[in-house]
């Protein structure tokens, strides 16, 4: 048992026994007395907060005049330095640094400060912003810098204290503790974007995204990222991305991927409620159901069903939909998964999935438009499994065409955004890029579109 943990002694929990209290679990347990409530997490913090660093990274940015002067034709843009400030995590003695990805984003000049405030400039091996993580990597020669230890395993649980350390505000290196106040939360109710947070109450602030969060071990559970508030500052909601998932990005930059390849589950679910437990007979409101799957996906393959339930995945219970997209994003392609699934007749298997790539189907065709026609300027690309995995959106929206940006031309005039999906042009169906390009390349003095936009479709006509 780590000597970290807080134990009772054998007097207190015989104490404890006879009086009927249960024995406690793996060894968490309350303070016992004002003397343990007065305990100090200073040796934890002498031990991880070397490995804490602070990252500034500035961009050139283009600032626009005062309006009022535009007006008369006066003022021209100018170009101006802006600096975002962040925190990141030593996870390697050469030199690998973890960090958020909005913290490094756009960066131009990138500088990482030791704990020991040496500065070093840094080069980004790998940017995600799906999972808003960056890897950086600085050349610190022969030496070996401290580091936290990744803690990727599942025996953290709500209630667990936690210490957050990073730079609030540019202030300097700052701890602040609090507990795990929750596991698995998700800003995706519908689980496509395979995001699962661990969230805290330890005070974080403007500064400490990219920090870390570490358990009583003196172990990095989880990179600090966002907060909610109303006023920007600490209102004891934040939010980690777990150990598990730092885990998988660090590992594809230090071997020299350009891009974190997702596991695809090839089904769409919905989380479990009462009404759908009571019908499957389950105890509880839990599992994720299969609602959709795509054909010769790797649920198909695994053998799932519509109807299906997953209770269990790679032993673990299945709380909701967003639990099961995130498990299943914690693996590498080529993973064997052992589901637990409840049948619509009741019956529960034990199957496996195959974790695999999403597939790129149909192949990927991005262009940007031109021409007299509402799609000036528009890029565009086929949308596939790959595709939606890799833009974060729900690929059973697909096939179809996908609009990725908005130049300067006509196509903003037109009020096309980035996520419509384009169905048809002037009657013609549209199924690939090369459909909406045909139909582009005959003239027409009336332009009639039909677009998916969130879910609805929409319908508008334009001239030429």
């Known amino acids: 048992m780590p000597a970290s943990r807080l134990l009772i002694p054998a007097l207190a929990l015989s104490l404890l026994?006879?009086?009927?209290?249960?024995?406690?679990?793996?060894?968490?347990?309350?303070?016992?007395?004002?003397?343990?409530?007065?305990?100090?997490f200073a040796p934890i913090v002498r031990r991880t907060a070397p490995a804490v660093v602070n990252i500034s990274a500035k961009r050139m940015v283009r600032q626009q005049t005062d309006p009022f002067w535009q007006l008369f034709g006066l003022g021209v843009p100018q170009n101006r330095v802006a600096q975002s400030l962040g925190s990141g995590v030593i996870v390697r003695p050469d030199g690998i640094v973890v960090t958020n990805n909005h913290?490094?984003?756009?960066?131009?000049?990138?500088?990482?400060?030791?704990?020991?405030?040496?500065?070093?400039?840094?080069?980004?091996?790998?940017?995600?912003?799906?999972?808003?993580?960056?890897?950086?990597?600085?050349?610190?020669?022969?030496?070996?810098?401290?580091?936290?230890?990744?803690?990727?395993?599942?025996?953290?649980?709500v209630g667990d204290l936690v210490l957050a350390i990073g730079d609030p505000f540019g202030v300097g290196q700052t701890v602040t503790n609090g507990i795990v106040?929750?596991?698995?939360?998700?800003?995706?109710?519908?689980?496509?974007?395979?995001?699962?947070?661990?969230?805290?109450?330890?005070?974080?602030?403007?500064?400490?995204?990219?920090?870390?969060?570490?358990?009583?071990?003196?172990?990095?559970?989880?990179?600090?990222?966002?907060?909610?508030?109303r006023s920007g500052t600490s209102s004891g909601v934040g939010f980690a991305i777990p150990a598990a998932v730092v885990r998988r990005v660090v590992d594809t930059a230090v071997g020299g991927g350009q891009r974190v390849v997702r596991p695809w589950f090839g089904a769409r679910t919905q989380s479990v409620n009462s009404e759908m437990a009571r019908s499957l007979g389950l105890a509880l409101p839990q599992g994720a159901m299969v609602a959709d799957l795509w054909p010769g996906g790797a649920a198909s393959r695994a053998g799932l069903r519509q109807g299906d339930v997953v209770l269990q995945a790679d032993g673990q219970r299945i709380v909701d939909a967003p639990a099961l997209s995130y498990l299943i994003n914690t693996h590498k392609p080529g993973d064997s998964i052992p589901l637990l699934v409840r049948r619509a007749n009741g019956k529960d298997e034990t199957l496996t999935?195959?974790?695999?790539?999403?597939?790129?189907?149909?192949?990927?065709?991005?262009?940007?438009?031109?021409?007299?026609?509402?799609?000036?300027?528009?890029?565009?690309?086929?949308?596939?499994?790959?595709?939606?995995?890799?833009?974060?959106?729900?690929?059973?929206?697909?096939?179809?065409?996908?609009?990725?940006?908005?130049?300067?031309?006509?196509?903003?005039?037109?009020?096309?955004?980035?996520?419509?999906?384009?169905?048809?042009?002037?009657?013609?169906?549209?199924?690939?890029?090369?459909?909406?390009?045909?139909?582009?390349?005959?003239?027409?003095?009336?332009?009639?579109?039909?677009?998916?936009?969130?879910?609805?479709?929409?319908?508008?006509?334009?001239?030429?």
Request: proline residues 7%; charged residues 20%.
């Open 181 to 229: 106040s929750a596991l698995n939360r998700t800003t995706d109710p519908s689980g496509e974007a395979g995001s699962a947070y661990i969230q805290t109450d330890a005070a974080i602030n403007p500064g400490n995204s990219g920090g870390a969060l570490v358990d009583m071990d003196g172990e990095l559970i989880g990179v600090n990222s966002f907060i909610l508030s």
């Open 353 to 464: 999935l195959r974790a695999e790539p999403p597939p790129a189907t149909p192949a990927r065709d991005e262009r940007t438009l031109s021409g007299r026609n509402p799609f000036d300027s528009a890029t565009v690309v086929n949308l596939s499994p790959a595709v939606a995995t890799e833009l974060g959106i729900d690929a059973f929206t697909g096939p179809g065409v996908l609009v990725t940006g908005i130049g300067g031309g006509l196509a903003r005039g037109a009020g096309l955004r980035p996520g419509d999906i384009v169905r048809e042009v002037n009657g013609q169906k549209i199924g690939a890029v090369r459909d909406l390009a045909a139909a582009l390349s005959q003239a027409s003095p009336v332009w009639r579109i039909t677009l998916e936009r969130n879910g609805q479709t929409i319908t508008g006509t334009f001239r030429s």
């Open 17 to 40: 026994a006879s009086a009927g209290h249960a024995q406690p679990f793996d060894g968490r347990v309350p303070p016992e007395s004002a003397v343990a409530m007065k305990s100090s």
């Open 103 to 157: 913290v490094v984003e756009g960066g131009q000049e990138i500088t990482v400060a030791l704990n020991d405030r040496r500065e070093f400039p840094a080069r980004v091996l790998l940017a995600d912003p799906r999972t808003d993580l960056a890897i950086l990597k600085i050349d610190v020669g022969t030496e070996r810098l401290p580091t936290l230890q990744l803690n990727e395993t599942a025996d953290t649980q």
